[in-house]
């Protein structure tokens, strides 16, 4: 079975084949729902595979370091307004 739409995103110097493939499918109101997020560095042969973007970001986060010249990695906060009550 294959998924509704998959997105593949590669990064790095070429040599090296990174890329970040992310399964994805829509709701019935049309919105994006991802289903897998798999993250294959080094032409892995087991990827690791991720259900939700905030256990990418954590795994990020243990394995990168200032020394590799990242310095924040935070997942963008919605911006919800507030209605102001008259």
Request: cysteine-free; glycine content about 4%; overall charge positive.
């Amino acid at each position: 079975m294959t998924p509704g739409s998959v997105y593949v995103f590669k990064f790095g110097k070429d040599e090296l084949n990174n890329r970040a493939i992310i399964n994805y499918t829509h709701t019935w109101t049309g919105r994006i729902k991802i289903t897998e997020i798999d993250l294959r560095l080094h032409e892995q042969k087991h990827p690791r595979i991720f259900r939700r973007e905030s256990d990418l970001l954590a795994y990020l986060k243990k394995h990168l370091t200032e020394t590799d010249g990242v310095t924040n990695i935070t997942r963008r906060k919605k911006h919800h307004s507030k209605k102001i009550k008259k």
